[in-house]
């Protein structure tokens, strides 16, 4: 047995373990720990595997952001979770339900299995048609080029989500600012580090952004590193959220996913089809898209785990 | 000159990896918050160090070997800042969550 393929046994049988424990363990946020172990974990398989954009999103979007989101939610929790935890569903119940995620594991697993081997690609297509788009990163190329109506439904989805979380807000707090306003001390550790690090953070988080045309990177990842920027400087005092209610926020929010229909659209007129970028601007079009994007996805990410309003908007 | 750069590069990879599990071992071994926090981060900060500093000669360049020297120094930072604050919240009695 080689080093890697010893190295790959053990980082599948980490993975595996971890995520057996976070489905066993009984506590809340040890599995929540758990997850966030996991999709670092997961991150490095990516790397083992040559997939580092995915490598850089599961680091970001899967361990880190959800990671945070789901300790919120974690600590909320809290209280009710000895009262949740007593009314346990019984034996049949959670018999149906392992039943059935078994089930679906190993649909899945018998997908994998089953595929011929070497499986169906189109990664020659892609790699020999990269040139006429003006990209050097094929991943880019696939979610901005030729799949770019998942981009876009991808990009509306999050703006969604963040909907759905403003409207647990009751009424009278509606439009108001979204989470509780965060007190640190001004001198303290939190602070401090809320006043070195953003400065990096901002020019890595661009970097991500602007580097994803032709190495591995993009306007996720990069959204991601700003919003946890924001979120640094929201949670040691510094700033606060704006209220939901501003037209600007609103504006903002909209602007990424208008702007990739607008172009969208004028590919009918100017490329004969939907989503298709006019002979040599493609490279110039997906750039403009992606910087529309990276303040969308940026507030969109940070209002996500700020929260539902919890604050009166100001007169 | 490579092979001598190899040597280096090896041992100083090891002797990072013997820190990162002395750091581990004290993790998992030491009785309170703060004595095991003194482990993770002590141990773990000049463990990676150590890797870094035996992967600069294979790093390909000196803005490659710069970006890994800037690695480690978040690293550190990010390390002695969440150290602290847990440090603080397992001072005042609380455990967080």
Do not use: C
Request: aromatic share 8%; hydrophobic share 60%.
């Amino acid at each position: 047995m080689t080093v890697a393929s010893a190295l790959a046994l053990v980082l599948a049988l980490l993975l595996v373990s971890i995520a057996a424990w976070t489905v066993v363990t009984r506590r809340t946020f040890a599995a929540v720990e758990g997850f966030v172990a996991y999709g670092l974990l997961l991150s490095i398989a990516w790397v083992a595997l040559n997939a580092i954009d995915v490598a850089l999103t599961e680091a970001a979007i899967g361990a880190g952001l959800t990671g945070v989101l789901l300790i919120g939610a974690a600590a909320r929790l809290r209280t009710t979770e000895a009262a949740l935890s007593a009314e346990r569903p019984g034996a049949p119940l959670r018999g149906l339900a392992a039943a059935a995620s078994a089930a679906v594991a190993g649909a899945i697993a018998i997908g994998v299995l089953s595929l011929p081997d070497p499986a169906p690609t189109l990664a020659p297509a892609v790699a020999e048609h990269l040139p006429s788009i003006g990209l050097g990163n094929a991943v880019t190329a696939v979610l901005l080029a030729y799949r770019g109506i998942d981009t876009l439904l991808e990009s509306i989805v999050v703006v969604f989500a963040l909907i759905g979380v403003w409207s647990l807000a009751p009424d009278h707090l509606w439009g108001g600012y979204p989470g509780p306003r965060q007190y640190a001390d001004p001198n303290g550790i939190l602070a401090y580090l809320a006043r070195l690090l953003p400065p990096i953070g901002i020019i890595v988080g661009l970097y991500i952004f602007w580097v994803g045309a032709d190495l591995p990177g993009g306007k996720f990842q990069g959204a991601t590193i700003l919003a946890a920027m924001w979120l640094l400087a929201v949670m040691a005092g510094l700033a606060d959220a704006p209220p939901i209610s501003r037209t600007w926020l609103r504006i903002l929010l909209v602007a990424g996913p208008l702007l990739f229909i607008a172009i969208g659209f004028a590919g009918a007129l100017t490329a004969g089809a939907v989503l298709a970028y006019p002979d040599g601007y493609a490279k110039l079009m997906i750039k403009v898209i992606e910087a529309a994007l990276v303040p969308t996805l940026t507030l969109t990410l940070a209002l996500l785990v700020a929260g539902a309003p919890e604050r009166t908007a100001p007169r | 000159m490579t092979v001598f750069l190899d040597i280096f590069t090896a041992a100083a990879v090891s002797a990072g990896a013997f820190f990162f599990l002395a750091g581990s071992v004290g993790l998992l071994r030491f009785p309170d918050t703060l004595s095991r926090l003194h482990a993770l981060t002590k141990a773990d900060n000049v463990g990676l160090g150590l890797v870094i500093l035996g992967l600069l000669p294979g790093a390909g360049g000196l803005l490659a070997a710069l970006k890994l020297v800037v690695v480690w120094l978040l690293v550190l930072l990010a390390s002695a800042m969440v150290s602290q604050m847990i440090a603080r919240v397992a001072r005042r009695g609380g455990s967080p969550l």
